[in-house]
């Protein structure tokens, strides 16, 4: 009996051991061949993702952009901005104090209502809703309590702060 050398230096040892060798070899291009469809399927779909990705890019390069300058203006500004007072430049220190009181003494809704006017001015509820970011039957029932206690004057549709001296 014959025994063939294979290349690592192994001995086949019988014809049956050399007819499953064939086997399994065939066994292994068959899954060659699957593993190549595979990874040219995959390419083609990274192509696509590519060229996917190059035309988001094109298309919110200019949002992109405005974005930019929009934060590059922001920038210094902290994530905190709580410590910035945004009231109305004309308003009398007097005045800011006893606001602020009114603020803390009412809290909640009340107090963001009081802040929302300070900064905004007449307001119509709607805005005074969306500026506070509150349910729209919270927004008839703070307005009955700043009336109640007289901080607010309406005109026709908008609310209004009163004068405080």
Not at 49 to 76: D, I, S, T, W, Y
Not at 131 to 152: E, F, M, P
Request: hydrophobic share 40%.
């Amino acid at each position: 009996m014959r025994q063939q050398l294979l290349s690592d230096g192994a001995l086949i040892a019988s014809p049956d051991e050399e007819m499953k060798l064939r086997v399994r070899i065939d066994e292994l291009e068959a899954q060659m061949q699957i593993l190549r469809a595979d990874y040219k399927a995959i390419a083609r779909e990274n192509d696509h993702l590519v060229q996917a990705m190059a035309n988001l890019k094109r298309v919110l390069a200019p949002l992109h952009g405005a974005l930019g300058q929009v934060f590059g203006e922001l920038k210094g500004v902290p994530d905190d901005c709580e410590q910035f007072e945004f009231t109305a430049p004309d308003m009398s220190l007097q005045r800011k104090k006893v606001w602020e009181a009114w603020k803390e003494k009412l809290g909640g809704l009340p107090a963001r209502f009081i802040e929302a006017l300070l900064v905004h001015g007449p307001m119509t509820r709607t805005q005074l809703r969306i500026a506070v970011g509150c349910a729209t039957g919270s927004v008839g029932d703070t307005i009955y309590k700043l009336n109640r206690a007289g901080l607010i004057n309406k005109n026709g549709d908008k609310v209004s702060l009163k004068e405080m001296q």
